[in-house]
Protein backbone atom coordinates (compact mmCIF):
# COMPACT_ATOMS: atom_id res chain seq x y z
CA UNK A 1 0.00 0.00 0.00
CA UNK A 2 1.58 3.41 -1.12
CA UNK A 3 -0.09 6.62 -0.45
CA UNK A 4 1.30 10.10 -2.31
CA UNK A 5 1.35 12.93 0.15
CA UNK A 6 -2.18 14.45 -0.58
CA UNK A 7 -3.26 10.91 0.22
CA UNK A 8 -1.53 11.06 3.36
CA UNK A 9 -2.78 13.99 4.38
CA UNK A 10 -6.71 13.51 3.47
CA UNK A 11 -6.55 10.19 5.71
CA UNK A 12 -4.86 12.42 8.36
CA UNK A 13 -7.55 14.97 8.07
CA UNK A 14 -10.54 12.40 8.04
CA UNK A 15 -9.04 10.58 11.36
CA UNK A 16 -8.52 14.13 12.59
CA UNK A 17 -12.30 14.51 12.72
CA UNK A 18 -12.87 11.86 15.21
CA UNK A 19 -13.03 12.17 18.64
CA UNK A 20 -9.67 10.83 20.53
CA UNK A 21 -11.40 7.82 21.99
CA UNK A 22 -12.22 6.60 18.79
CA UNK A 23 -8.83 7.18 17.08
CA UNK A 24 -7.04 5.10 14.92
CA UNK A 25 -3.69 6.18 16.96
CA UNK A 26 -1.51 3.48 15.56
CA UNK A 27 -2.66 4.08 11.96
CA UNK A 28 -2.11 8.16 12.18
CA UNK A 29 1.11 7.27 13.36
CA UNK A 30 2.24 5.35 10.66
CA UNK A 31 0.44 8.09 8.48
CA UNK A 32 2.69 10.96 9.86
CA UNK A 33 5.89 8.42 9.89
CA UNK A 34 4.86 7.59 6.53
CA UNK A 35 5.21 11.85 5.31
CA UNK A 36 9.05 11.27 6.85
CA UNK A 37 9.52 7.86 5.25
CA UNK A 38 7.40 8.21 1.59
CA UNK A 39 9.47 5.50 -0.03
CA UNK A 40 8.46 3.21 2.83
CA UNK A 41 5.57 0.62 2.12
CA UNK A 42 2.90 1.33 4.34
CA UNK A 43 1.38 -1.86 3.93
CA UNK A 44 4.21 -3.81 5.97
CA UNK A 45 3.39 -1.26 8.86
CA UNK A 46 0.06 -1.73 9.22
CA UNK A 47 0.55 -5.47 9.09
CA UNK A 48 2.56 -5.36 11.88
CA UNK A 49 -0.02 -3.29 13.84
CA UNK A 50 -2.46 -6.05 13.19
CA UNK A 51 -0.68 -8.89 14.28
CA UNK A 52 -0.16 -6.77 17.43
CA UNK A 53 -3.84 -7.13 17.75
CA UNK A 54 -4.04 -10.62 16.97
CA UNK A 55 -1.28 -11.58 18.74
CA UNK A 56 -3.29 -9.67 21.64
CA UNK A 57 -6.94 -10.64 21.17
CA UNK A 58 -5.41 -14.04 21.53
CA UNK A 59 -3.52 -13.65 24.64
CA UNK A 60 -6.62 -11.82 25.84
CA UNK A 61 -9.21 -14.71 25.81
CA UNK A 62 -10.55 -15.09 29.48
CA UNK A 63 -8.79 -11.55 30.97
CA UNK A 64 -11.18 -10.26 32.89
CA UNK A 65 -9.73 -7.33 34.84
CA UNK A 66 -6.96 -4.57 34.78
CA UNK A 67 -3.88 -6.47 36.36
CA UNK A 68 -4.79 -9.26 33.54
CA UNK A 69 -4.89 -6.62 30.61
CA UNK A 70 -1.57 -5.00 31.45
CA UNK A 71 0.44 -8.57 31.94
CA UNK A 72 -0.94 -9.44 28.11
CA UNK A 73 0.04 -6.43 26.98
CA UNK A 74 3.17 -6.29 28.28
CA UNK A 75 3.27 -10.31 27.07
CA UNK A 76 2.77 -9.38 23.56
CA UNK A 77 4.55 -6.00 23.06
CA UNK A 78 7.59 -6.30 25.20
CA UNK A 79 8.02 -9.81 25.12
CA UNK A 80 7.04 -11.66 22.17
CA UNK A 81 7.45 -8.58 19.76
CA UNK A 82 10.25 -7.36 21.55
CA UNK A 83 9.32 -3.68 21.90
CA UNK A 84 11.83 -1.99 24.36
CA UNK A 85 12.60 1.39 25.53
CA UNK A 86 15.83 2.69 24.11
CA UNK A 87 17.96 3.90 26.82
CA UNK A 88 21.27 4.46 24.59
CA UNK A 89 20.53 6.98 21.85
CA UNK A 90 17.10 8.06 23.66
CA UNK A 91 17.24 11.37 21.66
CA UNK A 92 17.96 9.93 18.26
CA UNK A 93 14.98 11.20 15.78
CA UNK A 94 14.21 7.45 14.80
CA UNK A 95 12.60 6.89 18.31
CA UNK A 96 10.06 9.28 17.51
CA UNK A 97 9.07 7.69 13.83
CA UNK A 98 6.91 4.84 14.30
CA UNK A 99 8.13 3.03 11.07
CA UNK A 100 11.41 3.61 12.36
CA UNK A 101 10.39 2.02 16.11
CA UNK A 102 9.00 -1.11 14.68
CA UNK A 103 12.09 -1.47 12.17
CA UNK A 104 14.09 -1.37 15.44
CA UNK A 105 12.07 -2.47 18.06
CA UNK A 106 12.61 0.21 19.86
CA UNK A 107 12.05 4.17 20.77
CA UNK A 108 10.51 6.71 23.16
CA UNK A 109 7.94 6.10 25.52
CA UNK A 110 5.52 8.17 23.36
CA UNK A 111 5.67 5.92 20.37
CA UNK A 112 5.72 2.47 22.63
CA UNK A 113 2.43 4.13 23.87
CA UNK A 114 0.89 4.64 20.74
CA UNK A 115 1.61 0.76 20.12
CA UNK A 116 0.11 0.49 23.63
CA UNK A 117 -3.34 2.10 23.05
CA UNK A 118 -3.89 0.42 19.45
CA UNK A 119 -3.37 -2.83 20.83
CA UNK A 120 -5.65 -2.21 23.74
CA UNK A 121 -8.47 -0.34 21.73
CA UNK A 122 -8.56 -3.30 19.00
CA UNK A 123 -9.54 -5.51 22.53
CA UNK A 124 -12.51 -2.51 23.25
CA UNK A 125 -10.37 -2.20 26.05
CA UNK A 126 -10.75 2.15 27.81
CA UNK A 127 -7.40 3.24 27.39
CA UNK A 128 -6.16 6.82 27.08
CA UNK A 129 -2.95 8.51 27.25
CA UNK A 130 -2.00 11.32 29.54
CA UNK A 131 -1.24 14.84 28.93
CA UNK A 132 2.01 15.56 31.35
CA UNK A 133 2.11 18.96 30.07
CA UNK A 134 -0.77 20.59 30.71
CA UNK A 135 -1.09 20.12 34.73
CA UNK A 136 -3.68 22.93 35.38
CA UNK A 137 -6.36 20.48 34.29
CA UNK A 138 -5.87 18.86 37.57
CA UNK A 139 -4.14 21.63 39.44
Known amino acids: MAFNDPEIVLRLQNIGEQDGLTLDIGEAALLLANLELPNNCLGRYLDELDLIVSDTAEAARGTRDLPDRI???????????????????????????????????????????????????SQGWDITGLNFLDLSVII
Request: net charge positive.
Open 71 to 121: MVLSEILFKRHGYRGDIDTYDDPQNANLMRVIDRRKGLPVALGILVIHAAR
